[in-house]
């Protein structure tokens, strides 16, 4: 039960800051309107390191099914427990995009271009109809994120003599703002093709609440391309921990 609340309430963390740096970004008549791809960057680099030191020391903090199966794929997660993380990731990045549509409530009226609600609550790519690539892009952003943070926490687990133990190492100290780091890098060298989902949960839950919820003329929710930030990152979350396990690197 504690893994499953604490990475509902990490997720909707990150989902709450990031969806809300997007929001401030491209809907009228914000104090952030037309800020940029670095403040939207930023955002989102702040909003992990915030949700890992938050719930880092009781679930590990994945607050993400890619880096959960990731974990999985070399050893490091329970077979049994990817239902609870990824459940809960799901629920938390839904309620997390229902908070930010509330926050900025009065905004969907006068923002007239349903393109840029859709863009507050999911990604999508900048060339249409190119889905291969784009998956690609998703693979390798993913697989990125994830060895990263296998190598953030191998540093960690080294220096105190056990072996990769997200719980204990993504807690305090400047582990969660390297991580936070890694996914600033990520969207500045990786996120301009499809807006880096890199998430599923990020991508998938708030597509549902976008879905849903009585945004004034919202537009549809593109469900033709919505495989794409699921499947992509999936794959490469398995990827990139399969690519560093095979260096030989963990502690």
């Known amino acids: 039960m504690d893994i499953f609340v604490a ?30 791809w670095i403040v939207i960057t930023t955002g989102w680099g702040l909003a ?17 099914p890619a880096v959960s199966l990731g974990m999985w794929s070399i ?13 809960a990731q799901l629920l938390g ?13 009065p905004h969907w009226a006068v923002t ?5 609600k859709l863009g507050v609550f999911c990604t999508a790519p900048e060339i249409p109809r190119r889905r291969g690539a784009n998956f690609v892009t998703e693979v390798v952003g993913t697989a990125v994120l994830v060895f990263g943070v296998l190598a953030i926490a191998a540093n960690a687990s080294e220096l105190s003599g056990g072996g990769i133990d997200l719980s204990a190492v993504f807690a305090t100290g400047i582990n ?68 560093f396990q095979a260096l030989g690197w963990q502690a």
């Open 7 to 36: 990475e509902l309430v990490g997720t909707a963390l990150l989902i709450i800051l990031g969806d809300g740096v997007v929001a401030n970004v491209v809907l009228t008549r914000t104090k952030g309107n037309d800020g940029g």
């Open 48 to 64: 992990v390191a915030l949700a890992v030191y938050c719930v880092g020391r009781i679930s590990g903090a994945h607050i993400n």
């Open 75 to 87: 050893g490091e997660l329970e077979a049994a427990l990817l239902p609870t993380y990824i459940g």
């Open 93 to 105: 990045a839904f309620l997390g995009a229902v908070v930010v549509y509330f926050t900025y409530r």
């Open 112 to 116: 007239t271009d349903p393109s840029a």
């Open 176 to 243: 969660p703002l390297l991580v936070g780091f890694l996914v600033w890098g990520i969207g500045l060298g990786l996120g301009g093709p499809t807006g880096y989902a890199i998430n599923p949960a990020r991508d998938l839950g708030p597509r549902i609440a976008h879905a849903v919820l009585p945004i004034p003329g919202k537009g549809g929710s593109d469900w033709g391309y919505a495989w794409v930030p699921v499947a992509g990152p999936l794959v490469g979350g398995v990827l990139g921990a399969l690519a």
